[in-house]
Nanobody, 124 residues
Framework: QVQLVESGGGSVQAGGSLRLSCAAS??????MGWFRQAPGKEREGVAS????????YYADSVKGRFTISQDNTENTLYLQMNSLKPEDTAMYYC???????????????????WGQGTQVTVSS
């Protein structure tokens, strides 16, 4: 059974850091990513990667602040978030797709599987 479980969200002050984790089970995945959705806004891609090659992609809004990584031995995806800003406040979701063809890696429609989300709140 495919399952993605996020953890690590919380409340921090601007300038702080958080690390999100996504425990993946039930399959191996060719691509995985992090998305976020703030109230009243569309879900947007934050960071994603090809799990085989390790090639990563980032939204312009988080480049230089967020880092996506994986631990293959534990089937876990991470998102290290530094220098957090109030505009980073959102529900963060882990997403995955098992096999090609792959669409744009920062587009939600590319992914088949989603976690339940973890809330990140950044106060000014």
């Amino acid at each position: 059974q495919v399952q993605l479980v996020e953890s690590g969200g919380g409340s921090v002050q601007a300038g702080g850091s958080l690390r999100l984790s996504c425990a993946a089970s039930g399959s191996t995945y060719g691509i995985m990513g992090w998305f976020r959705q703030a109230p009243g806004k569309e879900r947007e891609g934050v960071a994603s990667m090809y799990t085989g090659s390790g090639i990563t992609y980032y939204a312009d809004s988080v480049k230089g602040r967020f880092t996506i990584s994986q631990d293959n031995t534990e089937n876990t995806l991470y998102l290290q978030m530094n220098s957090l800003k109030p505009e980073d406040t959102a529900m963060y979701y882990c997403a995955a797709r098992r096999t090609p063809p792959y669409g744009p890696l920062l587009k939600a429609a590319t992914y088949d599987y989603w976690g339940q989300g973890t809330q990140v709140t950044v106060s000014s």
